[in-house]
């Protein structure tokens, strides 16, 4: 655990020989924040995997309806999706060789879900430092302008915390990124199903209400490597890391569940993994 204040500034990716991204998408993910779109998952694998989901949400009953939060040291599956090579191999090309997956969750808005998350900064919710974690979202849905895709404001990773307001009650969030409007241009995160993107944990980032007749649902993937360290001992009660590739540094991490049945187990819940 870690006493200093939080170091919330953005660390560019050096990486002159990268395995699986190109030289070019990890200068933009330094310049814009993000990086999109990548195949990960075919169309059997994410029919299978959206199959899953939408199990695990009915099972769960009205409390899985908007989102499962950080299962992923509870469920076998979810574990095995977290741990899946072709997503660690993007994941690595920016964080290093060791990966750790600390959070997770399922976000799914129904056609015509009123919830709005505001404009918002990930890693200013979160006890951890310094700010390095990579989410990655994994489309189990095709989501575009329509059905409330998430949407990025380029560039403003690197620019600090931000100063915050508070949100009316039609939104997730009590507060949002104040003067988002001063921004820039939001940029529409359109994915096809079995397609990821990553973006930095200081992004500006939310999401609109879903006016459409479709669903659009996600699964978010927390990474950082061991080097960034948890900040707040009552707020680590609800981290489960599991250590995906290479080494774990001092973080304490769990190993591949039997189980996956999310009716015989609960989660910790991390405190603002939105």
Known sequence: ???????????????????????????????????????????????????????????????????????????????????DPRILDHVADLIGPNVLCWASAILSKKPHDPKVVPWHQDATFWSLAPARTVTVWLAIDDADESNSAMRFLPGTHDQGAMRVQQTDGSAVFHKETANADALGNPFTNSLNAGQISMHADMLVHGSLANTS??????????????????????????????????????????????????????????????
């Open 1 to 83: 655990m870690l006493d200093e204040p939080h170091n919330l500034s953005f660390q560019s990716v050096q990486n002159t020989t990268p395995k699986t991204l190109s030289v070019e998408q990890i200068a933009q993910y330094n310049l814009r924040g993000f990086v999109q779109p990548f195949d990960i998952f075919s169309v059997a694998e994410i029919t299978d995997i959206r199959s899953y989901v939408d199990q695990l949400m009915h099972e769960m009953g009205p409390q899985g309806a908007y989102g499962i939060n950080c299962y992923q040291a509870r469920l076998r599956g979810l574990y095995d999706i977290t741990t």
């Open 213 to 274: 007749n479709r669903r659009r649902c996600g699964l978010t993937l927390r990474y950082c490597p061991p080097d960034v360290q948890i900040t707040d001992e009552t707020w680590a009660r609800g981290v489960e890391a599991i250590l995906c590739r290479g080494e774990a540094g001092n973080w304490q991490t769990h190993p591949r569940p039997d189980n996956d049945d999310i009716t015989k187990t609960s989660s910790p819940h991390v405190v603002g993994n939105n």
